[in-house]
T-cell receptor
Framework: GAVVSQHPSRVICKSGTSVKIECRSLDFQATTMFWYRQFPKQSLMLMATSNEGSKATYEQGVEKDKFLINHASLTLSTLTVTSAHPEDSSFYIC?????????????FGNGTRLTVT | AQSVTQLGSHVSVSEGALVLLRCNYSSSVPPYLFWYVQYPNQGLQLLLKYTSAATLVKGINGFEAEFKKSETSFHLTKPSAHMSDAAEYFC????????????FGSGTQLTVLP
């Protein structure tokens, strides 16, 4: 079964509103989670690394004030797209690594399809 | 810096035929290599990974990949394609197992023809 749960799976919002996406690790504690953005027919681009109890690390070119990340607990990270615009429409995916075991792979959520009208 | 190149954005095979998805990597140090599969509107699922142990890696759903250092390749194969294999496949590389440095290829869309 899924070990990383992402919610919602789809969201449609109006331009100018904010949208929150949740990413939960279900049976392990994740001090670090990752947020990706995927455009149609393209690969995943890392947006930011979410660190529990501290500030997120953003990749170059990603607006911190636009994409707010909060990692308030060891099992939950949230990505808030603030003042969304149509160009923010995309597929957002989170991932987390189970710290138990060596070289454990990343577990991915099922993604959130954001459409801004 | 590390990178992966997936040759062929689209691959079509007949059901029952061999699947070969190509991935070449570039890395200054021994890499960790992964293949992921993505079904429509879903996240990524790990198929298999290479972490410097055996060069032939067996994964889920009958897939396997062989790490060839001399060719800097990590091609994904499956002897007999099934309709359910139709999906997007991503090769990825990281150094020292660092998740933050996980770099994905551009993806290959696999179509399985009846």
């Amino acid at each position: 079964g899924a070990v990383v749960s992402q919610h919602p799976s789809r969201v449609i919002c109006k331009s100018g509103t904010s949208v929150k996406i949740e990413c939960r690790s279900l049976d392990f504690q994740a001090t670090t989670m990752f947020w990706y953005r995927q455009f149609p027919k393209q690969s995943l681009m890392l947006m930011a690394t979410s660190n529990e109890g501290s500030k997120a690390t953003y990749e170059q070119g990603v607006e911190k004030d636009k994409f707010l990340i909060n990692h308030a607990s060891l099992t939950l990270s949230t990505l808030t797209v603030t003042s969304a615009h149509p160009e923010d429409s995309s597929f957002y995916i989170c991932s987390a690594r189970d710290p138990r075991g060596d070289n454990s792979p990343l577990h991915f959520g099922n993604g959130t399809r954001l459409t801004v009208t | 810096a590390q990178s992966v190149t997936q040759l062929g954005s689209h691959v079509s095979v007949s059901e029952g035929a061999l699947v070969l998805l190509r991935c070449n990597y570039s890395s200054s140090v021994p890499p960790y290599l992964f293949w992921y599969v993505q079904y429509p509107n879903q996240g990524l699922q790990l198929l298999l990974k290479y972490t410097s142990a055996a060069t032939l890696v067996k994964g889920i759903n009958g897939f396997e990949a062989e790490f060839k250092k001399s060719e800097t390749s990590f091609h994904l194969t499956k002897p007999s394609a099934h309709m359910s294999d139709a999906a997007e496949y991503f090769c990825a590389v990281t150094l020292s197992g660092s998740a933050r440095q996980l770099t994905f290829g551009s993806g290959t869309q696999l179509t399985v023809l009846p």
